[in-house]
């Protein structure tokens, strides 16, 4: 089982539309929790950033984690076509020392 | 503030070849990353530097070599260059030291391809 698995998609919503994108791990020596998105061709960038359980919210954008279940989301609301772009979750804690990045998501929200 | 950079965007090599990708970064962290991303396998580690002066493998080193001439500089090097390192390779910093909160801040890719 690989620690961090993401649904690659592809997912494509209507704009407007509530986005919901997940990741589970198995490593539970995890407390530090990211979300970056990547627009094509460019590096990724850091979008969210949580540490251990709960919710935190930046305008449009809401990450959750919950430690009970392995399970950590990234909720967009009122969505947008420039948010078309590849999700990528990552965490890190304990021995490891080094983010592990999901494989990403890739949204598209037509206009 | 430019952030991260790296050098060039894009190459094309011939099996064999060597070449350095070339990494900097003006926020004066402490840490440097080097990453590959392909399709299907998300990204993964290369190489990572926790300070000036030391340099540790991640999941896949092999292949390459890194140096961290400085606090702002982090090169990777590709002695004898194979198909199988055609990828997007980027370059991080983050602030901290290992066990600490490590946000990490990418450049925007370096483009190769092995023929």
């Known amino acids: 089982q690989k620690e961090v698995e993401q649904d690659p998609g592809p997912l494509s919503v209507p704009e407007g539309a509530i986005v919901s994108l997940n990741c589970t791990y198995s490593n539970s020596a995890f407390q530090y929790f990211m979300w970056y998105r990547q627009y094509s061709r460019k590096g990724p960038e850091l979008l969210m950033y949580t540490y251990s359980s709960g919710n935190k919210e930046d305008g449009r954008f809401t990450a959750q984690v919950d430690k009970s279940s392995k399970y950590i989301s990234l909720f967009i609301r009122d969505s947008q076509p420039s948010d078309s772009a590849t999700y990528l979750c990552a965490m890190m804690g304990g021995s490891q020392g080094n983010l592990i990045f999901g494989k990403g998501t890739k949204l598209s929200v037509k206009p | ?115």
């Not at chain 2, 991260?4 to 070339?22: A, D, I, N, R, W």
């Not at chain 2, 260059?81 to 991080?92: D, M, N």
Request: net charge positive; with cysteine; proline share 4%.
């Open chain 2, 1 to 115: 503030n430019a952030g991260v950079t790296q050098t060039p965007k894009f190459q094309v090599l011939k099996t064999g070849q060597s070449m350095t990708l070339q990494c900097a970064q003006d926020m004066n962290h402490n840490s440097m990353y080097w990453y590959r991303q392909d399709p299907g396998m998300g990204l993964r580690l290369i190489y990572y530097s926790a300070s000036e002066g030391t340099t540790d493998k991640g999941e896949v080193p092999n292949g390459y070599n890194v140096s961290r001439l400085n606090k702002r500089e982090f090169s990777l090097r590709l002695e004898s260059a194979a198909p199988s390192q055609t990828s997007v390779y980027f370059c991080a910093s983050s602030e901290g030291n290992r066990g600490y909160q490590e946000t990490q801040y990418f450049g925007p890719g370096t483009r190769l391809l092995v023929l």
